[in-house]
């Protein structure tokens, strides 16, 4: 079973920066995809980013939502079974309860229901 643990979410200024990272563990397939999504309160669990276990020639590495595009940036670290979240612009829009998910397979797909794994969430509070 995998198992996904978040961390490094904090109160942040409008403009500033945070990186967030999941830590994993427990994962046998070569191929699977790790992503984050988050929640806002009274609003539905969104897509943010999703990341390949490795590159393809064929497809993009890498996916982000619109509303983060240009200010997020995702990463992995294999050697270190973690993800990245490196966040930056901040918006008090982007204020919410960071989840990591994982599944298998190479396909970065931006729903909720494709995931079967997922950590229990950082907060990350962005102050205007």
């Known amino acids: 079973q995998v198992q996904l643990v978040e961390s490094g979410g904090g109160l942040v200024q409008a403009g500033g920066s945070l990186r967030l990272s999941c830590a994993s563990s427990?994962?046998?397939?070569?191929?699977?995809?790790l992503a984050w999504f988050r929640q806002a309160p009274g609003k539905e669990r969104e897509f943010v980013a999703a990341?390949?276990?490795?590159?393809?020639?064929?497809?993009?590495?890498?996916s982000y939502a619109d509303s983060v595009k240009g200010r997020f940036s995702i990463s992995r670290d294999n050697a270190k079974n973690t993800v990245y979240l490196q966040m930056s612009s901040l918006k008090p829009d982007d204020t919410a309860v960071y989840f990591c998910?994982?599944?298998?397979?190479?396909?970065?797909?931006?729903?909720?229901?494709?995931?079967?794994?997922w950590g229990q969430g950082t907060q990350v509070t962005v102050s205007s």
């Open positions: 427990g994962a046998t397939e070569s191929n699977y995809v």
């Open positions: 998910a994982c599944k298998r397979g190479i396909v970065l797909y931006r729903t909720t229901g494709n995931y079967a794994y």
């Open positions: 990341i390949r276990s490795a590159g393809t020639t064929s497809y993009a590495d890498s």
